[in-house]
């Protein structure tokens, strides 16, 4: 039973939905209605020491920073507003000081900017090393609200910026190449990523978005979980896919792949959503004044699953389905078909 | 820095309230406005393996129903009523699937018995261990919320029912004597505590409690935390304090103190609430439509902190300090007075 399935146990358990929810689990953000024309948006992130972050390079600050960001990440990623966060902090004993003090400020900080506001939680002793759990309540104009099931064959792919930085941060300071100027987007990335809100309430208030929802698992795996939702599959194009110039650097130095952390590497933290081709030009300046490079990624298509279309060397154009799990399957070569896949 | 003083620094660090938010830090849940007469309850408690349950003796199912009950108490101890559960589980790999089938069937219905339905949350990776965490969201009218700072002097102090048993259940498990029958009640009420919802909201909808919490970090603990925030005092009558017949006898197992575990034990999940005098008749007739046995056990003064009176075998009555951290001080037979506190 992996996580996915521990989930899906769960979700067999729940019995029928309250009149009241509008969204139970399977997006982003759970939805409960306000009243008739707004929503609540309620969603949960745990941190947690060892497999989250690691103290040896994490500073504390944007720890508390990104702990926000990766729960408001989920709001942005429905169209809503973030008003509300309720942190539960376990510490161990004897825990530093400074480095709680630094991690609050960062956290507080950070619910600042995001315009929301800590309003409880509790504290409880965690021997064996930190651990965070946040819910971040937001909210949301009924008719604003994009899930990740409206997406229509047709639609053109959209990511808010580049991927695969996160991973090869996480992977340069894992490996203790900690000090290169160039590389600083990459650690930041994984460090401190910046959640795209004010993107994600635009799309939701101008409807352009037909489905959405934010990379935390890398491309392959979100945009499956899309396209599992919205009935559909996808194509993506690989030469679209964007990416920023030291990423090839860092693969060279680290023997990985440029590609495999665009589409596997997890925790970009950008938004995906698709929209109809029509509106490309309108995105394109709701992108720019958030400050975002839109990148037009692939395209929905009926069926289902992701194909990734990419040009051999060559001159051969490959196809291969990276649905879920999408940086494993691309490493081992396997081909299109069942083969690929893994049920989630 | 305690776990107290660490929520006092965040608290520090937030601004000026939003004017949605009633009610933020420093009560049982947070309170938001839904629209002029209602409001939202959100609150939120970890559960940490080796800390808060210890797998050896805690059955998942019983576990699964407590992580539930010791959430929704904080709902029923500001007179609402639980809505939704968003639950964040962290599993250890190669974790077995029985035991979180049986974990989460628990979870579930007990969502199912409070009336509230699990609408999401997340799983994470927790290689160190079990952990768990809940928010719990419920709603209630607006002036049907009873706050921890409402006990004016002169008010009757009250619990929903008998106090320390789920300190005594505990070490008795600890101890390896599982298998008494007569120590049923102890056992079950550390295993599967049963959150006093109804009454709560009863309670709330009333308006007879003028202030109200529940009974997690001991009587002591928690009538100062009541007090403090009341800016009143507070005068307990030992012989009032309700027990079952079995506590004595589980005292003299674990050489341990009825007294000791009936203040300072922790996990009651009982409510405690305080009351105009002339309203005793109503409560009583309100508990027993419960099913529970509320007593009397002590008088709001003016004033600050937490007095225990106790009549010694000569027949003098003594009069002790309790605020916070009860089990302790009067395990030390510290007395009355500065000495016997802890800053909080």
């Not at 639609?155 to 695969?164: C, E, F, Y």
Request: glycine share 14%.
């Amino acid at each position: 039973m992996n996580e996915r399935q521990l989930i899906e146990y769960i979700t067999t358990l729940v019995g029928p939905m309250d009149g009241r929810l509008i969204q139970g689990i399977g997006d982003d953000c759970a939805v409960i209605a306000k009243n008739d024309h707004e929503v609540w948006l309620l969603t949960m992130d745990t941190l947690i020491e060892s497999v989250h972050f690691d103290c040896a390079f994490h500073p504390p600050e944007k720890l508390g920073r990104k702990a926000v960001s990766v729960n408001v990440s989920d709001i942005g990623a429905m169209g809503g507003k973030p008003l509300f966060v309720l942190l539960s902090v376990g510490m161990p004993p004897g825990f530093d000081e400074s480095w709680f003090k630094a991690f609050a400020q960062g956290l507080n900080d950070a619910c600042r900017e995001y315009g929301c506001l800590l309003i409880g939680g509790d504290t409880v002793a965690s021997p064996q090393g930190l651990n965070f759990c946040l819910t971040v309540i937001g909210e949301a104009a009924v008719d604003q609200v994009v899930y990740r099931s409206g997406a229509r064959p047709g639609d053109v792919i959209w990511v808010s910026g580049p991927l695969g930085l996160a991973a090869a941060g996480l992977e340069l300071l894992h490996r203790g190449m900690i000090d290169r100027e160039d590389f600083g987007p990459l650690y930041e990335k994984h460090l401190n990523p910046r959640a795209r809100v004010e993107l994600g309430e635009r799309l939701g208030k101008t409807g352009l978005a037909h489905a959405m929802m934010d990379l935390s698992d890398g491309l392959a795996t979100d945009l499956a979980h899309l396209c599992k939702r919205s009935g559909v599959g996808a194509r993506l194009t690989s030469s679209a896919l964007p990416g920023i110039a030291p990423l090839d650097e860092a693969a060279r130095l680290c023997h990985a792949d440029t590609l495999q952390w665009m589409i596997g590497g997890g925790e970009d933290y950008e938004l995906l959503f698709t929209a109809a081709p029509e509106s490309e030009n309108s995105l394109r300046v709701i992108g720019e004044q958030c400050g975002l490079a839109l990148a037009s990624v692939g395209t929905i298509v009926h069926g289902e699953g992701v194909l990734l279309l990419r040009q051999l060397p060559d001159g051969r154009t490959e196809e291969r389905a990276v649905t879920y799990g999408g940086f494993d399957h691309f490493r081992n070569g396997e081909g299109r078909g069942d083969g690929g896949r893994r049920a989630v």
